[in-house]
């Protein structure tokens, strides 16, 4: 098997903080090139934020099979802070890889090479189509990497016939959980306007932050539903809460609030925006309120591509993967339009942490789920046992 271990030092090396790629998609395309890949790069964004993507393809026709998957990173923080001093070295310690984008998610594309390269060397005269596609615009603005590359394929008859995110989607153990979909994500800005005045004579203001949390109470009094049988219960939290007043005698003229709702199927985000001027409206509020979503609700339903991810689990892993909808986005919202779209991949939880790690042990059993689910990917569903 190849070993994914040095391929993500090298990934890791690379300082590819969002929107710099620092040399990061040059090691996968050097890779795939190796392969017999023919790869584009696709650069997108305005001249002070360039964004650099990765387009691989092997093979014609079907069955097409996509894997997606991103090499740029956060911030890595204070240096001092990170065991080491240096979140780019790549350095294991005691089975951990430890740097700024082992867990997410370069170890996971390291692992889907080697495995790849492992799949290719089995079946070299495989059917259909294999292509990658890599982004350097995930962790931040999300606009010019795979959200652009999307309709590019599109318009060049390139759209897979369905693709696999890469995102650390296990829980405990390799395995354990396939993401089918994931929920919406709105985010309300309002502001409610009072009357400036006196604290001690109310009866002469109107405070805006009494206002305000009229309105916010029945939204936080109750859960907006209780799931569905994939996708976990909406939430709405309060993220923001503002009224810019630094005096304790004064009440303010205006409050302002940040909310954000994930939610499932249940819910649009109109019918959403609809539920937050309710409430405003029926606490008496003067406001002003303005919604932004970046993602609406999908589901991939079980069927076909479903079962091949789940048929090559179990037989590398012996897990069981239970189909879950959980968590935030992903680069999946910008896929599921196109095609059926999943994700799997390692072990979650030390993303965009100091000390962010991944296990070798799992990049090595990844490596090999991933060979084992292009295997079932592209022989003609139904057909393999």
Same mark, same amino acid.
Request: with cysteine; net charge neutral; charged share 20%.
């Given at each position: 098997m190849t070993d994914p271990l040095p391929i993500a030092q090298d990934l890791i090396r690379c300082r590819s903080v969002t929107p710099l790629d620092d040399g990061a998609l040059d090691v996968v395309q050097r890779f795939l090139e190796r392969l017999g890949f023919q790869c584009?790069?696709?650069?997108? *964004?305005?001249?002070?934020?360039? !964004?650099?993507?990765?387009? @691989?393809?092997?093979?014609? *026709?079907?069955?097409?099979?996509?894997?997606? *998957?991103?090499?740029?990173?956060?911030?890595p923080g204070d240096p001092a802070h990170w065991t080491g001093g240096d979140p780019?070295?790549?350095?294991? =310690?005691?089975?951990?890889?430890?740097?700024?984008?082992?867990?997410?998610?370069?170890?996971?594309?390291?692992?889907?090479? @080697?495995?790849?390269?492992?799949?290719?060397a089995s079946h070299p005269d495989h059917p259909g189509t294999i292509s990658v596609l890599i982004t350097g615009d995930e962790e931040a603005r999300s606009v010019d990497g795979v959200a652009r590359v999307m309709p590019w394929l599109a318009e060049r008859g390139l759209i897979p016939d369905m693709a696999l995110v890469g995102e650390p989607s296990s829980f405990r153990r390799v395995g354990d959980v396939v993401r089918i979909g994931r929920?919406?994500?709105?985010?309300?800005?309002?502001?409610?306007?009072?009357?400036?005045?006196?604290?001690?004579a109310p009866q002469n203001a109107d405070n805006p932050i009494h206002r305000t949390l009229a309105a916010l109470a029945p939204l936080l009094a109750a859960p907006l539903d209780t799931g569905t049988?994939?996708?976990?219960?909406? &939430?709405?939290? !309060? &993220?923001?809460?503002?009224?810019?007043?630094?005096?304790?005698?004064?009440?303010p003229a205006q409050a302002r609030a940040m909310i954000n709702i994930r939610f499932n199927n249940l819910? &649009? =985000?109109e019918s959403l925006t609809e539920r937050l001027h309710a409430a405003f409206t029926a606490a008496g509020c003067r406001y002003e309120l303005a919604a932004e979503s970046n993602a609406d609700p999908f589901l991939t339903e079980p069927g076909p591509f479903v079962d091949a991810l789940v048929r090559a689990i179990? =037989?590398?892993?012996g897990e069981e993967p239970e189909l879950n909808?959980?968590? *935030? &986005?992903?680069?999946?919202?910008?896929?599921?339009?196109?095609?059926?779209?999943?994700?799997?991949?390692?072990v979650g939880g030390s993303g965009h942490q100091v000390d962010e790690r991944c296990?070798?042990?799992n990049l090595r059993q990844l490596a090999g789920v991933y060979a084992a689910i292009l295997e079932e990917c592209l022989t003609p569903m139904g057909t393999t046992a």
């Open positions: 584009s790069r696709l650069v997108f *964004g305005p001249d002070d934020y360039r !964004v650099d993507n990765l387009w @691989a393809q092997k093979g014609t *026709g079907s069955p097409h099979f996509m894997y997606c *998957g991103h090499t740029d990173v956060v911030p780019f070295a790549a350095e294991v =310690r005691d089975g951990w890889l430890y740097g700024r984008g082992s867990n997410d998610m370069k170890g996971g594309v390291a692992a889907f090479l @080697a495995g790849l390269k492992d799949y290719l929920r919406g994500s709105l985010t309300a800005h309002v502001t409610v306007h009072g009357k400036q005045g006196h604290s001690a049988p994939h996708m976990p219960p909406s &939430t709405l939290q !309060v &993220t923001g809460l503002d009224v810019g007043n630094t005096a304790s005698n004064v009440i819910h &649009t =985000r179990r =037989r590398t892993t909808a959980g968590g *935030g &986005t992903s680069d999946a919202r910008f896929i599921r339009a196109y095609c059926p779209v999943a994700e799997f991949g390692d296990s070798v042990e």
